[in-house]
């Protein structure tokens, strides 16, 4: 991002060549080369642009000699690009993702810095078999672990429940822990028609129904606590299950997983009984990127509560 007087603000303008030419000190004997995939702020990344983004990175890392990829990316949407990529990737080359928190114009633009890092990153044999990562601010985070949680801080992406793999001090790379387990879907499409809806005090459903009735084949819902929704809303979340529509719970609180923990009205546990499937520790837009990929890849509404559940540890 470079700021742009006739706009008045901060757009994409510098290719991947103009800002390579800006990072010092990278590690030697490494070949690094530059593609434009495209000049995209992140809010302009869509989940088929996304796919098609695997797609090329896939194609990449069969060259042999080829020790990873690092992607550039607008921080808005950073985190569901890297989701997608980890769910779909299969190579044990790491793919890093990047971004900047601060534009060029700025005095402290952090993209050069965290650059620098995620291509340290990407060229370390201690990452393969990590799948896709995200490098900001010299730490290390699992693509499906990671959120942004600040609207500007340097230090916004973070592993709120599970805390890095590793960082960046000076000339060395720790890892320090690794995921217990990566999961992995096989896909190669999604199904866009996934909604995305934010449950409130007073929620009655409404929402629901209209996104059923303009097409929705599956909808994610951000709920209250541990999984729980307003009991006016019950009976929208019934006739989106009855029409074969997977709803995933998932919480709008920024830590911990959802379960079927209360069995008042509108509670998780009446929820799934109802057939809604828990979304474990996922936000509602790493479950709608999963869900996506569920679809597209042909999963029946038994497979992807099967594939919810696998990975939540139900």
Same mark, same amino acid.
């Given at each position: 991002?470079?700021?742009?007087?006739?706009?008045?603000?901060?757009?994409?303008?510098?290719?991947?060549?103009?800002?390579?030419?800006?990072?010092?000190?990278? !590690?030697?004997?490494?070949?690094?080369?530059?593609? &434009? /995939?495209?000049?995209?702020?992140?809010?302009?990344? %869509?989940? !088929?642009?996304?796919?098609?983004? #695997?797609?090329?990175?896939?194609? *990449?890392?069969?060259?042999?000699?080829?020790?990873?990829?690092?992607?550039?990316?607008? %921080?808005? #949407?950073?985190?569901?690009?890297?989701?997608?990529?980890?769910?779909?990737?299969?190579?044990?080359?790491?793919?890093? /993702?990047?971004?900047?928190?601060?534009?060029?114009?700025?005095?402290?633009?952090?993209?050069?810095? &965290?650059?620098?890092?995620?291509?340290?990153?990407?060229?370390?044999?201690? +990452?393969?078999? $990590?799948?896709?990562?995200?490098?900001?601010?010299?730490?290390?985070?699992?693509?499906?672990?990671?959120?942004?949680?600040? #609207?500007?801080?340097?230090? #916004?992406?973070?592993?709120?429940? /599970?805390?890095?793999?590793?960082?960046?001090?000076? =000339?060395? $790379? /720790? *890892? +320090?822990?690794?995921?217990?387990?990566?999961?992995?879907?096989?896909?190669?499409?999604?199904?866009?028609?996934?909604?995305?809806?934010?449950?409130?005090?007073?929620?009655?459903?409404?929402?629901?129904?209209?996104?059923?009735?303009?097409?929705?084949?599956?909808?994610?819902?951000?709920? $209250?606590?541990?999984?729980?929704?307003?009991?006016?809303?019950?009976?929208?979340?019934?006739?989106?299950?009855?029409?074969? *529509?997977?709803?995933?719970?998932?919480?709008?609180?920024?830590?911990?997983?959802?379960? =079927? +923990?209360?069995?008042? =009205?509108?509670?998780?546990?009446?929820? +799934?009984?109802?057939?809604?499937?828990?979304?474990?520790?996922?936000?509602?837009?790493?479950?709608?990127?999963?869900?996506?990929? $569920?679809?597209?890849?042909?999963?029946?509404?038994?497979?992807?509560?099967?594939?919810?559940?696998?990975?939540?540890?139900?």
């Amino acid at each position: 991002m470079k700021f742009d007087r006739e706009t008045g603000g901060a757009v994409p303008q510098l290719s991947g060549e103009q800002i390579l030419a800006q990072v010092s000190d990278l !590690p030697p004997n490494i070949e690094i080369q530059s593609e &434009n /995939f495209g000049l995209l702020p992140g809010p302009h990344m %869509t989940p !088929p642009r996304m796919l098609e983004l #695997t797609r090329r990175i896939a194609h *990449i890392l069969e060259h042999p000699t080829q020790l990873g990829v690092v992607v550039t990316h607008g %921080t808005d #949407t950073l985190e569901e690009t890297a989701y997608l990529q980890d769910l779909l990737h299969t190579s044990a080359k790491p793919v890093v /993702f990047v971004g900047a928190m601060r534009n060029s114009s700025e005095l402290s633009w952090d993209g050069p810095a &965290n650059l620098r890092a995620a291509i340290r990153v990407a060229a370390a044999p201690e +990452t393969r078999n $990590l799948g896709a990562l995200v490098v900001m601010n010299d730490q290390v985070l699992a693509a499906a672990e990671v959120s942004k949680t600040h #609207t500007e801080a340097v230090d #916004t992406f973070q592993s709120l429940s /599970f805390g890095p793999l590793g960082f960046l001090d000076k =000339d060395r $790379l /720790f *890892i +320090t822990r690794t995921p217990k387990r990566r999961e992995q879907v096989q896909a190669t499409t999604l199904e866009e028609r996934v909604e995305m809806i934010r449950v409130y005090a007073g929620f009655n459903g409404r929402l629901i129904d209209h996104a059923v009735s303009d097409g929705a084949q599956g909808i994610v819902l951000e709920a $209250l606590g541990r999984g729980n929704v307003p009991p006016a809303s019950v009976p929208a979340i019934e006739r989106a299950i009855a029409q074969g *529509i997977p709803v995933i719970l998932t919480s709008r609180c920024p830590k911990g997983r959802v379960l =079927d +923990t209360y069995a008042y =009205d509108g509670g998780g546990h009446q929820l +799934t009984q109802r057939g809604a499937i828990l979304g474990g520790m996922l936000p509602g837009p790493k479950a709608r990127i999963k869900l996506m990929l $569920l679809l597209g890849s042909g999963m029946n509404l038994q497979q992807i509560k099967a594939a919810f559940e696998e990975s939540s540890g139900e």
